[in-house]
């Protein structure tokens, strides 16, 4: 999956959480692995990378993240609560100091009026807190909604390490970080 962009960006994301001498989870539903996979391509990755958990069912987020299963029903699965919960509980099952989260409807189909394709809900989640953001990346295909996907949490994960650089994480393929796509 790595492409030019993610590769940059995961590089610069390892070397940060090597500096800080932090671990990293994920917790992915629509990206299917795809977030640790671009990780890990990278030689090396194992000093910083704990563990992945792809939870693309609403059991498996329930049984392996400790997602409630009043959350999925009050909020649904692409939500911020959610993503909350996924971030937060990759973070408890893991020993890594920063986790994130992805749930979203790559598509193409799936969506609503409410949550139309395209549409991503992250968490990110640290010793410090949780916090969340949906972006809506519109209906551009499975495969560029799920790019764009691990590109924006390799961001927020390189935001959320100490030490992170001032500003938007900026990568030249992709430009800064932001809350919308």
């Known amino acids: 999956m790595t492409t030019r962009g993610s590769n940059a960006l995961a590089r610069q994301t390892l070397a940060s959480a090597r500096r800080a001498g932090v671990m990293l989870a994920t ?37 392996m993240l400790g997602v409630g299963e009043k959350t999925l029903s009050a909020h649904g699965a692409v939500s911020e609560p959610v993503a909350a919960e996924m971030a937060r509980g990759a973070l408890d099952r893991s020993d890594a100091g920063v986790a994130v989260a992805v749930t979203g409807i790559a598509g193409p189909g799936g969506g609503s009026a409410e ?67």
């Open 115 to 181: 949550k139309p394709e395209g549409r991503v809900c992250f968490g990110i989640a640290t010793a410090q807190g949780t916090r969340t953001e949906t972006v809506d990346f519109g209906a551009l295909g499975r495969g560029n909604v799920r790019r764009a996907t691990v590109l924006h949490a390799l961001k927020l994960v390189l935001n959320a390490l100490p030490g992170a650089p001032t500003g938007p994480a900026t990568d030249p393929a992709t430009g800064p970080a932001t809350g919308a796509a």
């Open 27 to 63: 917790a992915e539903s629509c990206t299917g692995g795809m977030i640790a996979a671009a990780l890990t391509a990278i030689p090396g990755s194992s000093d910083v990378v704990d563990r992945g958990f792809v939870t693309y069912s609403n059991a498996a987020k329930m049984q």
